[in-house]
C-alpha cells in the first residue's frame, strides 16, 4: 500500500476513474486543496463522493507554488508521501514540482510546463523539427493581427494556458480575430483562480482528420496504447462531439501519426507520465495540434479499457509511484469502443431529454449519462458543457461509433427557453 499526495484533482472524467485506480490499487490518499467547497459543490452523480475515502483533507494554497513547496515539505516529514499526483491541467507543473522537491517520482517539472503551455510546446516541437501548424505568439491583439497577414486565413487562436477547447476559436477575417482576441483578454482568471499569462497563439487551420495518440512513458521508454478518432463541432468554436478506439486508420496513417506523438514527447523530454497527444493528419502529413502529458479526457481512458483492458488512470498511479505500469492487452470481447456527446446548440433551461427512455436498451451500450431536467445551459463552446453522453462497443469490428450515432440520432434535448 502508498500514500499518495493528490493535489487539486476530483472534477471531470477522472472524478471517477482516479479514485477507482487508488482504490483498486490499495493504495491511500491525502487530499491538497485551496477551496474544498469547488468538490462539494461538483459532487460526481452516480457515486460516493471520492474525498469520502481520503486518508486526510488539508487545506493550502496550492495557487502559490513557492510557499506550497515548503508546507508540502512539512507535510510530508509529518505524513511520508510515496508519490504525487493531480488530475487537474491546471496543476499539473504544481505536482511534478512538488514531487522534485520531495524526492519522489515523476516527470521533469520543466517538461510538463513546456507541454501545458500551449506556446513553450511549439517552440519547443519547431526546434525539434517536430510537425505542427505556423504560429505566431502574440502579445496583444495588434500583435496578433500583424502576424495574421503572415500566416494568412483562415487561422486557429488559442489561450496558451487554457484547456478543453476554452476560447479557442477559428476566424477567417481581422474583425474575428479582434473579437477572439478581446475574448481572451476578458478572461484574466483560469477556473481555479490562476493568473492567466495575456498571449496570445495563432495557428495555421490545418485540414484533415484530428486524431490522439495515447501512451505512457516509463524509465525512457515510450509505450502506444492505440490512436483514437475524434469528431469536431460547435464551428467557429472546436467542441469535442465524440471519439472512437482504435480509429479507423489504415497501417501508413496510424504509423505516421503514433511515429509523430513519440517524437513530440521525446523533443518535450516527457517521461514517467501518461500523454494524450492530438494529431491532424494533413495531406501533407501529421501535424501536433497539442501535447497533454495527463490521461485523455473524455471518457477515452474507458474507450481503451473497454477494448484493451489497459487501465490507463491505474497506469497514471503506477508511473506517479515510480512502477513499472501494466499495460498487458487483454481479450474483452471488444473490438472497438465510442462515445458521442449530447451538445447543446441553443441556451435555456433543460426540460426533458426525449428519446432518453430506450437507449440503456440499445445494442452493445456500455454507459449512459443525461443530465437532469432543471439544468440551465448555453450553446456549447467548449467541451465543457455537454449534456450527457452515450458509450457503446462492437465485439466484431469498427462498427462502436455508428450504433452511438444512431442512439444519439434518438434522443433530443427539450428546452424552455428564456
Not at 502508498?2 to 476530483?10: D, G, P
Not at 507520465?273 to 501529421?286: F, Q
Not at 426525449?354 to 443525461?370: D, M, P, Q, S, Y
Request: hydrophobic fraction near 45%; charged fraction near 20%.
Amino acid at each position: 500500500m502508498a500514500h499518495l499526495l493528490v493535489v487539486e484533482s476530483w472534477v471531470g472524467s477522472m472524478s471517477r476513474l482516479l479514485p477507482r485506480a487508488l482504490g483498486e490499487g490499495g493504495h491511500e490518499f491525502t487530499f491538497l486543496t485551496r477551496d474544498l467547497h469547488h468538490y462539494l459543490r461538483a459532487a460526481p452523480e452516480g457515486t460516493d463522493h471520492p474525498l469520502l475515502t481520503a486518508r486526510n483533507v488539508v487545506t493550502a494554497q496550492t495557487n502559490e507554488v513557492d510557499a506550497l513547496l515548503a508546507q508540502v515539505e512539512r507535510l510530508h516529514g509529518a505524513m511520508g508521501f510515496d508519490g504525487v499526483i493531480t488530475s487537474c491541467d491546471y496543476y499539473l507543473p504544481t505536482a511534478a514540482r512538488i514531487a522534485a522537491r520531495l524526492g519522489l517520482p515523476g516527470p521533469a517539472a520543466e517538461a510538463i510546463e513546456n507541454a501545458c503551455r500551449k506556446d513553450a510546446t511549439r517552440r519547443v516541437l519547431a526546434a525539434a523539427g517536430v510537425p505542427g501548424p505556423r504560429f505566431a505568439v502574440c502579445t496583444d491583439a495588434d500583435a496578433a493581427l500583424e502576424a495574421a497577414g503572415d500566416i494568412g486565413y483562415p487561422l486557429v487562436v488559442k489561450p496558451v494556458d487554457l484547456c478543453a477547447g476554452m476560447l479557442v476559436r477559428r476566424v477567417d477575417d481581422a474583425a474575428q480575430l479582434s473579437a477572439a482576441c478581446a475574448a481572451l483578454a476578458a478572461f484574466p482568471r483560469n477556473a481555479r483562480g490562476q493568473h492567466r499569462a495575456p498571449h496570445v497563439l495563432l495557428e495555421e487551420y490545418l485540414h484533415g482528420p484530428e486524431v490522439s495518440v495515447e501512451t505512457v512513458s516509463y524509465r525512457g521508454v515510450t509505450h502506444v496504447v492505440g490512436v483514437t478518432d475524434k469528431s469536431v463541432g460547435g464551428a467557429p468554436a472546436f467542441v469535442e462531439t465524440g471519439h472512437m478506439f482504435p480509429a479507423a486508420l489504415d497501417a501508413e496513417d496510424r504509423a505516421a501519426a503514433t511515429d509523430t506523438a513519440v517524437r513530440a514527447g521525446t523533443a518535450l523530454g516527457l517521461d514517467d507520465v501518461v500523454a494524450h497527444t492530438e494529431i491532424k493528419l494533413t495531406s501533407g502529413g501529421p501535424r501536433v495540434v497539442e501535447v497533454n502529458p495527463r490521461p485523455a479526457g473524455n471518457r477515452i481512458t474507458e474507450l481503451v479499457r473497454h477494448v484493451t483492458g489497459i487501465d490507463l488512470a491505474a497506469a497514471c498511479v503506477d508511473v506517479a509511484l515510480g512502477r513499472e505500469p501494466d499495460l498487458r492487452r487483454r481479450d474483452t470481447g471488444l473490438h472497438s469502443a465510442a462515445i458521442g456527446f449530447l451538445v447543446p446548440d441553443t441556451a435555456g433551461t433543460l426540460a426533458s431529454v426525449e428519446g432518453a427512455a430506450g437507449v440503456h436498451e440499445g445494442e452493445g451500450v456500455l454507459e449512459v449519462r443525461l443530465a437532469e431536467p432543471g439544468r440551465r445551459i448555453e450553446a456549447a463552446d467548449s467541451n465543457n458543457a455537454y449534456l450527457g453522453h452515450i458509450m457503446a462497443g462492437d465485439p466484431a469490428g469498427l462498427g462502436a461509433r455508428d450504433r452511438v450515432e444512431a442512439l444519439l440520432a434518438g434522443v433530443r434535448p427539450r428546452l424552455v427557453r428564456s
